[in-house]
């Protein structure tokens, strides 16, 4: 069977009342028989439901269709997905190792490794998300971790995961890649040697702006870890984030053809404007890694990006003048979305921090919608002539 078509066939066990659709777990504890069987799942003998800290049948569900999806050995779901990227730092670094990371980064897990990381005495390393010729150069005698997102957040640059994940494989290091802005549906890093793909779920996976929820998936011994920390300290996913998310799954695929359908569409029609001095979109054959894009994505997905000529004022006046594409702190949603990174999502990294990444002053971020292809280049187009 094909990883779609089971994914959407899995689901928890049915109950007596033999509903079609999964049932909604609202429980904070579960209930044991007698004293022997509450010992056993204190002692990890049993598979048996504790609490909903430590595990549900909605969030198991969840967890178990994204393995399907991503080809990955085990997962465990989180609150949101920067709880995701923290548990998946955390669980697995000490004091005096070092991480690897694309200069290339959303900018809450860019506070988190600047920030955070050193409080616990875990040293980084930031190099070129396209220059992975200096990767290597960079690791050094403590170095446990890469960590990656490819497309990057906001820049769209695409990282060669063949490429990182045998540099992983000759240094013993983890790899650890958030495919948020790709989903399992455009890419699987797994299959290309990486240990951990972490996800915000909030975004195309849930696809209509509704929960939050996280995950972090891959080699089961890894997910151990993340699991004993988050059993411990807490993020969990909430029994009704996962049963919504659980069921977004079941039209992911689609979502995403028309996603990234309506992406291509705009950034074929926006190239070469004359208010747009850059644009980029993974299949367009003007990316910078256009190629190594078609290789290890089935699409392009559903976001593009173009520095407006005039900088920041005319990134304010554009967002100012749009009148159907919301602006709102989030992407992959049912609704367009138009968001300005330097002022935004990326504000608290300094000037130059965001010059090195291409975060300049007029870059526009684009989540392309489900609405019509013409709807949302009709209001772009009206918005650019009053830049």
């Given at each position: 069977?094909?990883?779609?078509?089971?994914?959407?066939?899995?689901?928890?066990?049915?109950?007596?009342?033999?509903?079609?659709?999964?049932?909604?777990?609202?429980?904070s504890s579960f209930c044991f028989d007698d004293a022997e069987e509450m010992r056993a799942a204190f002692a990890d003998e049993n598979d048996n439901n504790i609490y909903s800290r430590f595990s549900n049948p909605n969030v198991q569900e969840f967890v178990d269709k994204m393995c399907i999806?991503?080809?990955a050995e085990a997962g465990y779901?989180?609150?949101?997905g920067m709880s995701a990227v923290f548990a998946s730092f955390?669980?697995?670094l000490k004091a005096?190792?070092?991480?690897?990371?694309?200069?290339?980064?959303?900018?809450s897990t860019h506070t988190v490794i600047t920030k955070y990381l050193p409080k616990y005495g875990i040293e980084y390393t930031y190099v070129p998300a396209?220059?992975?010729?200096?990767?290597e150069k960079a690791i050094r005698p403590n170095t446990k971790m890469i960590f990656l997102e490819t497309p990057t957040n906001p820049g769209l640059d695409i990282i060669d995961l063949e490429i990182a994940g045998k540099l992983s494989k000759k240094h013993g290091l983890i790899l650890n890649v958030d495919n948020c802005f790709a989903t399992p549906i455009a890419q699987l890093p797994i299959k290309y040697g990486v240990d951990l793909v972490t996800h915000s779920a909030t975004k195309w996976i849930d696809g209509q702006g509704r929960v939050l929820g996280g995950i972090v998936l891959g080699r089961k011994d890894l997910i151990k870890d993340i699991y004993l920390f988050c059993r411990s300290t807490g993020p969990a996913l909430s029994p009704f984030n996962a049963w919504i998310l659980s069921k977004s799954l079941d039209t992911l695929e689609v979502r995403m053809e028309r996603h990234a359908?309506?992406?291509y569409f705009l950034a074929d029609h926006l190239k070469g404007h004359e208010k747009i001095s850059r644009l980029k979109y993974p299949f367009l054959d003007t990316h910078p890694q256009y190629a190594i894009a078609k290789k290890q994505m089935i699409n392009g997905g559903g976001i593009i990006c173009f520095e407006l000529k005039g900088g920041l004022d005319a990134g304010r006046r554009f967002l100012d003048n749009l009148e159907m594409l919301s602006l709102t702190a989030n992407l992959g949603d049912t609704?367009?979305?138009?968001?300005?990174?330097?002022?935004?999502?990326?504000?608290?990294?300094?000037?130059a921090e965001r010059q090195e990444v291409n975060i300049t002053p007029g870059l526009i971020r684009i989540s392309a919608g489900l609405e019509k292809k013409e709807d949302i280049l009709s209001d772009i187009l009206s918005a650019l002539k009053k830049v």
């Open positions: 069977m094909d990883r779609i078509s089971k994914a959407i066939r899995t689901q928890i066990e049915r109950t007596g009342e033999k509903e079609h659709a999964s049932p909604l777990f609202l429980t999806l991503e080809g779901a989180t609150s949101s955390m669980s697995v005096g190792d070092h991480l690897l990371c694309c200069k290339a980064i959303f900018g396209d220059k992975p010729e200096e990767w359908s309506n992406a609704r367009s979305i138009a968001s300005h990174p330097a002022s935004t999502t990326h504000a608290k990294l300094s000037e």
